[in-house]
């Protein structure tokens, strides 16, 4: 990790944790994680959870709030989703965008992250893009490639300054969700490529551009991979759930 870069510890619930068990769960989770400077802690509750999430951080204004998706469009006919305008208005700050479920799962393309991005950043909030390989991807050495085509792709309509202030997920998807986790070794060697593709687009500031780590992040591992040279953070699912494991990871 690179010192004047502040961790980041980001915690997607997926489609976990209805309004009542997030209240509860969140409220566990600040009484275990006192309030500290030296790191950043963003929660991504389902959108149906944020409220009950907000009511209870409004104090904590070291935890900030965020949804794990949004619609390409400002607004419109397009039952059941929610634009990145709503999310802003229900007190999010940052949009996951282009996670693997969305994108292996539900068909998102690099042309939807894309808009996505643009349309988070044009309601004044702050995009942090999903990366990563398959299994087979990276059996085949595609991985620089992949993540590369991803990563061009998602901030392809984004002004530099946007991309300057933006944050990145590197995901593999070989390890979410499944107790496989990339070593700090591999995680630092794909954020290197990341970083030097930001690097190449926004200069020598692609250096403030926080590199999370998601895939399998558990209390026993994320002390070394926050460790890792090139890793600024993680993005935990499973393994935040829980709010007292939450709040050791928080603390490693
Ligand atoms: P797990 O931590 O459950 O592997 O999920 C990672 C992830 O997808 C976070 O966005």
Not at 69 to 77: I, W
Not at 159 to 174: F, H, I, K, Q, S
């Amino acid at each position: 990790m690179a010192s004047h870069r502040r961790p980041v510890l980001a915690a997607n619930w997926k489609m976990n944790h209805g309004p009542t068990e997030a209240a509860a769960v969140i409220e566990t989770f600040l009484q275990r994680h006192a309030a500290r400077d030296d790191r950043t802690v963003i929660m991504f509750p389902p959108a149906i959870s944020l409220a009950a999430v907000r009511e209870h951080t409004r104090e904590r204004t070291d935890v900030k709030l965020g949804v794990q998706n949004v619609h390409t469009a400002e607004k419109g006919a397009f039952t059941g989703e929610i634009s990145a305008g709503m999310a802003a208005d229900a007190g999010a700050s940052f949009v996951l965008v282009g996670h693997s479920e969305r994108r292996h799962l539900f068909g998102e393309t690099d042309e939807q992250t894309a808009q996505k991005c643009a349309r988070v950043v044009a309601a004044g909030l702050t995009p942090v893009l999903c990366v990563g390989e398959l299994l087979e991807q990276r059996e085949r050495g595609e991985t620089e490639t992949v993540v590369l085509t991803q990563l061009r792709a998602g901030v392809s309509q984004l002004a530099v300054g946007d991309v300057r202030t933006m944050l990145v997920a590197y995901e593999p998807v070989w390890a979410i969700g499944t107790g496989r986790t990339a070593t700090p070794a591999d995680a630092t060697a794909v954020h290197r490529v990341i970083r030097e593709a930001l690097r190449e687009r926004v200069g020598a500031s692609a250096l403030d551009i926080p590199i999370l780590y998601g895939g399998s992040v558990n209390a026993s591992n994320a002390a070394a991979l926050l460790a890792a040279d090139q890793v600024d953070g993680l993005l935990v699912g499973g393994a935040s759930l829980e709010p007292v494991g939450w709040a050791s990871i928080c603390g490693a």
